[in-house]
């Protein structure tokens, strides 16, 4: 637009570089859409596997409000570790 109303050599080889911008834009959109739809949908099962993710570990936060601690503790080499308390207490 500007070529047009300045009139000058500068001007007019400006604006051609610009359009020969957007078209090396529309080529390069253009080779890419599969690689951008396969991101896309990496993202989308992303995003899906993230939503289950949240649901486990929600379910696991709501079992461990609801119980009391367990009375029995797993032993490991004659040392007592508690995994209960060791989940609540890293929470």
Same mark, same amino acid.
């Given at each position: ?16 570089? !610009? ?19 396969? !991101?896309?949908? !990496? ?49």
């Amino acid at each position: 637009m500007l070529s047009a109303v300045l009139r000058s050599p500068t001007a007019i080889e400006v604006s051609i570089k !610009i359009m020969d911008a957007f078209v090396e834009m529309r080529h390069f959109i253009a080779d890419n859409a599969h690689m951008f739809e396969q !991101i896309r949908n !990496i993202e989308l099962k992303q995003a899906e596997y993230q939503k289950a993710t949240d649901d486990r570990f929600e379910k696991v936060f709501d079992y461990m409000g609801a119980h009391k601690e367990p009375r029995q503790k797993v032993f490991f080499e004659g040392q007592v570790w508690d995994s209960f308390e060791l989940l609540v207490s890293t929470i």
